[in-house]
C-alpha cells in the first residue's frame, strides 16, 4: 500500500516521506519514496502503531498530511484526533465518524435510522444474557453474536439454540475484552448462505457524494479475502442503483469525507443487509479501479486536501469485468503457514488486461513481521470468463521462487466448477479446500 500511496502521490506532483520501521529497511517503498524515516524497530506496537514516533517523523520533515494506509492505525479515531490536533490532514475521514463507524452497535443503528437495510438483530448492545435470549426467540435461531468494538469477523460466535447462547454470550464477551478491550456484544440473525458485497463511496467535504459499484468479496478463508471481483454476478443494474443509493443515505446521513465502503451481506434472494462500515481505503480498491477508470486514491489524497469531487454519478460506468487475486506468502500445501525467505526470482506478468501492485524484487529478504501479502495480480476483460482466463494467464506466467505462494491455490480455484459458476457463499473456501487436500 505504501507503494500505491507513493505512486498516486508522484502522479500529483506531491513528494513523499516514508515512515518505516527497523524490519521495513530495505522494503521498496524506502526506496520510492522521496525521504523516509526510521520510526522504531520491527514490534508495530513501537513504530506503525506508535502515534508520537509518527506524527513527529511527520513534523519534522514539514509533511502536510498522513496517509495511514489500511492496517494498523487506518480506522483509530484517537490518531485521526492527534493528526487533526498537530495540523496534519488526517487522510480519511474526520476522527468522529471513524469512532462511530468502529462501534458495530452505533453503526448498525445510525445506518438503520438512514433507511439503510440492516440485518435484523439487537437495537444497540446487549445488555444481558436474558436479553439476548428474549431478542434470539423473537428474531429465530441460528443467530450470531458480533463484538461491538470489532470488524472483520474476528471474534463472531454463531449459536443455533438456547444452550449454545448462553455459552456463547460468556465466551464471546471474554473473547472481545482480551482482543478489543471491550466486552460489549451484539446479535444479529445468523445468514448461514450470503455472499459478502461491499460498495465503494467517495465523498468530498462540501456534501457531494457518488458510489462506483460494487465488489463481491466472498471468497475469504477465516475472514481473509483472497480473491475480489466486480461486478458481482449476483448484483444486476436494478440492485446495484439500490444498493448504491442506501450506501449514499448513509453517507450523508453521517457527513462522510473521502474514500469508504459499505459492506453488506446478500442472500440467495437478493435481500442486502448492511453489516459495517470500512473508513479506509482498502486492499481490494483496485478491481473498482479496473472497472471504473477512476484513481481512488489520487481522489482521497485531493479531498483530503480540500479539493471539490467533480465526477457525478452519471460519469461512473462499470466498463468491464475485473477480479483479483491476493498472492500471499503462504504454503497452501500447509494449512497457509506464512513463511519466511528470501525472494530469489520475481517476474510479475504482464500483457493486455493485467495490473500487479507489488513490493517484490528479486534479493529481497521478506521479513514475517507483518502481514503476508506479496502482489496483488488484477486481470480484466470483457465478460467474467475473459478476465478468469487472463487471471490464469497471469498467474501461469508469474515467477516468484524462494518462498512458496498461494498462486496454486488461486490455479485451483479458477478451474473449479463451483467458482467458474459463481455459485458460490460464506463456506466456499472451507469446501474446496475439504477436496483440494484429498487431492491425488
Ligand atoms: C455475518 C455472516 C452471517 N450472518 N453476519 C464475515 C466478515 C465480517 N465482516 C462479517 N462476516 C459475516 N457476517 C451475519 N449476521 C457471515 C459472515 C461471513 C462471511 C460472509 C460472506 C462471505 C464469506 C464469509 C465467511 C465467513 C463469515
Not at 465488489?215 to 446495484?240: G, L, T
Not at 530469489?344 to 513481521?369: I, K
Not at 501479502?373 to 515467477?399: H, P, S, Y
Request: hydrophobic share 40%.
Amino acid at each position: 500500500m505504501a507503494v500505491r500511496i507513493v505512486r498516486a502521490c508522484r502522479e500529483l506532483g506531491i513528494q513523499t516521506v516514508l515512515a518505516y520501521s527497523e524490519a521495513d529497511r530495505d522494503s521498496l517503498a524506502v526506496r520510492m519514496a522521496d525521504e523516509a524515516v526510521c520510526i522504531g524497530p520491527a514490534a508495530s506496537i513501537r513504530s506503525y502503531l506508535n502515534p508520537p514516533a509518527l506524527i513527529s517523523a511527520a513534523l519534522i520533515t514539514g509533511c502536510d498530511a498522513i496517509h495511514p494506509g489500511y492496517g494498523f492505525l487506518a480506522e483509530n479515531s484517537y490518531f485521526a484526533e492527534m493528526c487533526t490536533g498537530c495540523n496534519l490532514h488526517f487522510i480519511g475521514p474526520h476522527a468522529e465518524t471513524i469512532r462511530l463507524m468502529g462501534d458495530k452497535a452505533l453503526g448498525r443503528h445510525t445506518m438503520q435510522q438512514a433507511g439503510v437495510p440492516v440485518i435484523p438483530g439487537s437495537e444497540g448492545e446487549l445488555r444481558s444474557v436474558e436479553e439476548a435470549i428474549e431478542l434470539a426467540q423473537t428474531i429465530g435461531y441460528p443467530v450470531l453474536l458480533k463484538p461491538s468494538a470489532g470488524g472483520g469477523g474476528r471474534g463472531m460466535r454463531v449459536a443455533w439454540n438456547e444452550k449454545e447462547l448462553l455459552k456463547g454470550y460468556a465466551t464471546a464477551r471474554s473473547e472481545a475484552e482480551v482482543a478489543f478491550g471491550r466486552s460489549d456484544l451484539i446479535l444479529e440473525k445468523y445468514l448461514p448462505q450470503v455472499r459478502h458485497i461491499e460498495v465503494q463511496v467517495l465523498a468530498d467535504a462540501y456534501g457531494h457524494a457518488i458510489h462506483l459499484g460494487e465488489r463481491d468479496c466472498s471468497v475469504q478463508r477465516r475472514y481473509q479475502k483472497i480473491i475480489e471481483e466486480a461486478p458481482s454476478i449476483a448484483v444486476d443494474a436494478a440492485m446495484r442503483e439500490q444498493m448504491g443509493i442506501a450506501a449514499l443515505r448513509g453517507v450523508h446521513a453521517i457527513g462522510y469525507v473521502n474514500a469508504g465502503t459499505f459492506e453488506f451481506l446478500v442472500d440467495p434472494q437478493g435481500n442486502y443487509y448492511f453489516i459495517e462500515m470500512n473508513t479506509r481505503i482498502q486492499v481490494e480498491h483496485t478491481v473498482t479501479e479496473a472497472v471504473t477508470g477512476i484513481d481512488l486514491l489520487h481522489w482521497q489524497l485531493r479531498i483530503a486536501a480540500g479539493e471539490r469531487l467533480t465526477l457525478d454519478q452519471k460519469n461512473v460506468r462499470i466498463g468491464e469485468h475485473a477480479v483479483e487475486c491476493r498472492i500471499n506468502a503462504e504454503d497452501p500445501g500447509r494449512d497457509f503457514l506464512p513463511v519466511s525467505g528470501e525472494v530469489e526470482f520475481f517476474l510479475p506478468p504482464g500483457g493486455p488486461g493485467v495490473r500487479v501492485d507489488s513490493h517484490l524484487y528479486a534479493g529481497y529478504a521478506l521479513p514475517t513481521t507483518y502481514d503476508s501479502l506479496l502482489a496483488k495480480i488484477i486481470t480484466w476483460g470483457a465478460t467474467r470468463d475473459e478476465a478468469l482466463n487472463r487471471m490464469r494467464r497471469a498467474l501461469n506466467e508469474c515467477v516468484i521462487t524462494g518462498i512458496p505462494t498461494t498462486i496454486p491455490f488461486h490455479l485451483a480455484v479458477l478451474d473449479d466448477p463451483s467458482f467458474r459458476s459463481g455459485s458460490i457463499s460464506t463456506g466456499y473456501v472451507a469446501e474446496f479446500l475439504q477436496h483440494w487436500k484429498n487431492r491425488p
